[in-house]
């Protein structure tokens, strides 16, 4: 009898393999896959203050056009140029890059205290977004995109319009100075 | 020089630069709180198409699915979940979000029937999922009423095509509302219960509980 027949969906021609080539998966696995990364390039573009708004505008932007782009081959460089258009609308709405941290430390912290342990590690945390908003635009943006986002340099030229060797020319200038203002803040600190 | 990153799909930490370790801590609490005020957004702004969520039953997993017109997919969990969100992604819309409120109401209701409070659902259905005959088939199977059961023949016969024995069994193997469209309560003409998309086991269980033998 045919009821025996198990259908892998409602929509039966689908059936319940693999989707098919131009085919997109649910939004959702987008976000599951691909949240963490987008958080860090936004935190690392307009700093950890204002970065959940950009995060939001970047994924409500994408799941707005999602249903039309069964063409994009790399999901991460999409989402990251959705997250960058909305991180330069960030600026010129406010027209200033994020604030450094106000004085880090009041009085000494002791030790070994977990609550301490992670008020330190937030700290470390704002020293680092401060030091990259101190970075060149261009050294900013490649460093994010490379460093945090993971893009192959050939996929940074693409977002910055510059070439393969200039992306990876500005990354590796952009580390150098964030990690002389690194150093610099942390001899400054202890 | 190029440092070599697995991937970011993983969303492992271990690929970020050292000096970028402190940054990522916090990343997974801020991520859940994102997320989360995200699905509100998408909803708010009319972009989610398809909601779902994944409720636990008697018969098992049961993943409820539901665009903004009403209830669109049950699906059992021998069915592969993911598989019919694959599915639901490319036949009704990719924009598919977890976002359980959407689905209270479908998942109070199943709670009241297993818990025989209920025996009829009053939910707002999605049909696009059950074109033609396979749709006209569904149409009827809420006249079994609770408790009774209907040969394939005996629902065939109420149809615009009376023979059509065959397909009434297909309408109901594919039926994208299981339980909430009763196909439980269609069974062989010897008597036998038959087939069910959800296993014989939830079909016999479901007969059970209707008929109050438990």
């Known amino acids: ?190 | 020089m190029e440092q070599h990153f697995v991937d970011s799909e993983t969303g492992s930490t271990a690929l970020v630069p050292a000096d970028f370790a402190s940054l990522t801590r916090d990343e997974s609490t801020a991520l859940d709180r994102l997320t989360e005020l995200f699905r509100s957004a998408a909803a708010g702004a009319g972009l989610l198409d398809v909601a779902y969520r994944i409720v636990d039953s008697p018969v098992g997993a049961l993943l409820l699915a539901g665009t903004e017109r009403g209830l669109v997919r049950v699906a059992f969990a021998r069915e592969g979940h993911d598989a019919v969100l694959e599915s639901l992604a490319t036949t009704v819309s990719p924009r598919v979000l977890l976002a359980p409120s959407r689905l209270d109401a479908a998942a109070r209701e199943l709670d009241e029937y297993f818990a025989r409070q209920r025996q009829d659902f009053d939910l707002a259905l999605d049909f696009q999922l059950a074109a033609g005959f396979r749709r006209e088939v569904l149409a009827h199977l809420p006249d079994i009423g609770y408790g009774h059961t209907a040969s394939y023949a005996t629902v065939a016969a109420l149809t615009s095509s009376p023979r059509a024995v065959r397909a009434v069994g297909t309408a109901c193997a594919r039926n994208p509302l299981p339980l909430v469209v009763p196909c439980h309560r269609v069974i062989r003409s010897d008597g036998s219960q038959g087939a069910y998309v959800g296993g014989v086991e939830a079909k016999a269980l479901l007969l059970a509980l209707e008929s109050g033998a438990q």
């Open chain 1, 1 to 190: 009898m045919s009821a025996a027949v198990k259908t892998g969906s409602g929509a039966g021609s689908a059936g319940s393999g693999a989707p098919a080539g131009d085919s997109l998966p649910p939004f959702e696995s987008i976000v599951a896959t691909h949240g963490a990364t987008i958080l860090r390039v936004c935190r690392g573009l307009v700093g950890p203050h204002n970065a959940d708004d950009v995060w939001q505008e970047t994924f409500l932007a994408a799941l707005r056009v999602y249903p039309s782009t069964a063409g994009v081959l790399n999901r991460e460089a999409w989402l990251v140029t959705i997250a960058r258009n909305k991180a330069v609308d960030h600026h010129r709405r406010t027209a200033r890059v994020p604030e450094p941290v106000e004085s880090v430390g009041d009085g000494p912290l002791g030790v070994g205290d977990a609550v301490v342990r992670s008020v330190e590690a937030a700290e470390e945390a704002e020293l680092v977004w401060t030091a990259l908003a101190l970075l060149p635009p261009t050294q900013r943006e490649a460093v994010v995109y490379h460093h945090l986002a993971g893009l192959r340099y050939a996929a940074v030229a693409e977002l910055l319009g510059n070439s393969e060797a200039a992306a990876r020319r500005a990354a590796a200038d952009g580390m150098k100075s964030l990690r002389a203002h690194l150093g610099q803040n942390r001899k400054e600190d202890s």
